[in-house]
Nanobody, 115 residues
Framework: QVQLVESGGGLVQPGGSLRLSCVVSASIRSFDTMGWYRQAPGKQRELVATITSSRTNYVDSVRGRFTISRDNDENTVYLQMNSLEPEDTAVYYC??????????WGQGTQVTVSS
């Protein structure tokens, strides 16, 4: 059973920054797609960013403000979030997708952007 554990969420003022971390209990392989998703109250879960061995992808609303990165040696994925806005308030989830096997999710970490 693969476990993903997120951390780094919290309360921050608009314009502030947070760095989320996701530690995976199994090795992150080069062919894994790692991602961050978020779910705001009353809304569906949405993709925030994904990263493979060769490319990154971002939803338009965060492009230029958020940066996803991965450290395969440390089995960790990061999401650096800058210039945070109240609309970024949500529970953020880490996700692993690997060809041929089920995907895994973390338990989520709350991010609240408010003055």
């Amino acid at each position: 059973q693969v476990q993903l554990v997120e951390s780094g969420g919290g309360l921050v003022q608009p314009g502030g920054s947070l760095r989320l971390s996701c530690v995976v209990s199994a090795s992150i392989r080069s062919f894994d797609t790692m991602g961050w998703y978020r779910q705001a109250p009353g809304k569906q879960r949405e993709l925030v960013a994904t990263i493979t061995s060769s490319r990154t992808n971002y939803v338009d609303s965060v492009r230029g403000r958020f940066t996803i990165s991965r450290d395969n040696d440390e089995n960790t994925v990061y999401l650096q979030m800058n210039s945070l806005e109240p609309e970024d308030t949500a529970v953020y989830y880490c996700n692993r997708q690997r060809p041929g096997v089920r995907e895994y999710w973390g338990q989520g970490t709350q991010v609240t952007v408010s003055s």
